[in-house]
Antibody, heavy 126, light 113 residues
């Protein structure tokens, strides 16, 4: 079964740090780009970060640049999000999600995020 | 950044009737080299992660019922549910994956009338 399982969430004080993990199973993790998406309580979805399969390409949303780091360990089938200098507005459920791709005329073409974890909750509060 | 704007914010439709949700991007998400719109639709039910319904604006993900359809190109897109079922009650989001940050619309809450 294709599965993503997040862990590492919790309660942290403003200015603190947390490291989220996402464990993948049931597919060849090293072949897929991955994302982190978050959802504040009662709010919509916010894309946070992207990392390519080889870690050669990384993107962040502006609000976390310089504070968050994304990484992966393909040997351990794991994705990580290191979150530093946390703020109250970072409070959210954090999901990891797989980037689906397919070949179109011999070119790898993205087609949405097809596998999601159940999420891990991060609460930033004093 | 590409801003995604959905309308309406909420929608109430009778069982068996058609539901339509619109999504507009602040710039085109049509990738000219392959003529694909980098636009996806997701369904999120309470307490669950999002589920991919549609990608490339109009291609249904495997296993998604045929009553769900996507249309549009460039900057204007629509998700339609042809005959609303009780299990379709959810929040629906569009997302562009044309250029980072890969922004979502604000969501449309679909309820039964």
């Amino acid at each position: 079964e294709v599965q993503l399982v997040e862990s590492g969430g919790g309660l942290v004080q403003p200015g603190g740090s947390l490291r989220l993990s996402c464990s993948a199973s049931g597919f060849t993790f090293s072949s897929y780009s991955m994302n982190w998406v978050r959802q504040a309580p009662g709010k919509g979805l916010e894309w946070v970060s992207y990392i390519s399969s080889s870690s050669s390409t990384i993107y962040f949303t502006d609000s976390v640049k310089g504070r968050f780091t994304i990484s992966r360990d393909n040997a351990k089938n794991s994705l990580y999000l290191q979150m530093n200098s946390l703020r109250a507005e970072d409070t959210a459920v954090y999901y990891c999600a797989r980037d689906q791709v397919t070949m179109v005329r011999g070119v790898t073409t993205p087609c949405g995020m097809d596998v999601w974890g159940q999420g891990t909750t991060v609460t930033v509060s004093s | 950044d590409i801003v995604m704007t959905q309308s309406p914010d909420s929608l109430a439709v009778s069982l068996g009737e058609r539901a339509t949700i619109n999504c507009k991007s602040s710039q085109s998400v049509l990738y000219s080299s392959n003529n694909k719109n980098y636009l996806a639709w997701y369904q999120q039910k309470p307490g669950q992660p999002p589920k991919l319904l549609i990608y490339w604006a109009s291609t249904r993900e495997s296993g998604v019922p045929a009553r769900f359809s996507g249309s549009g190109s460039g900057t204007d897109f629509t998700l339609a549910i042809s005959s609303l079922q009780a299990e379709d009650v959810a929040v629906y989001y569009c997302q562009q994956y044309y250029s980072p940050p890969y922004t979502f619309g604000q969501g449309t809450k679909l309820e039964i009338k």
